[in-house]
């Protein structure tokens, strides 16, 4: 199954529609879940390609990541990155 990250301006990377660490998402990330949860009842699964067609914003896109692990166990809700705060802080399609 993929999971999608998407990048909260706080440089933290997160499922589902808000930052589990400071609360951030907007409409936008609310609507790449939504569209997320669609594809993958209709059993697709989530790729930049099919969110991009779904209407979701190129910019929100451009700053997910879209990951696959060998074994669903070790999946996890969010992580951040080091040193990535400030690196195109505000791109997250307010
Ligand atoms: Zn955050």
Do not use: K
């Not at 074994?71 to 690196?87: C, P, R, S, T, Y």
């Amino acid at each position: 199954m993929q999971h999608v990250y998407i990048r909260c301006p706080n440089a933290h990377y997160f499922t589902g529609a808000r930052c589990p660490w400071d609360g951030w998402g907007t409409p936008a990330t609310a609507e790449l879940v939504e569209v997320c949860r669609r594809l993958r009842d209709a059993g697709g699964e989530p790729s930049t390609s099919a969110l991009a067609e779904a209407g979701i914003d190129v910019q929100l896109l451009d700053s997910c990541l879209i990951a696959e692990f060998g074994d669903e166990g070790f999946a996890f809700e969010a992580f951040w990155i080091l040193g990535g705060a400030g690196v195109d802080a505000g791109r997250g399609g307010t």
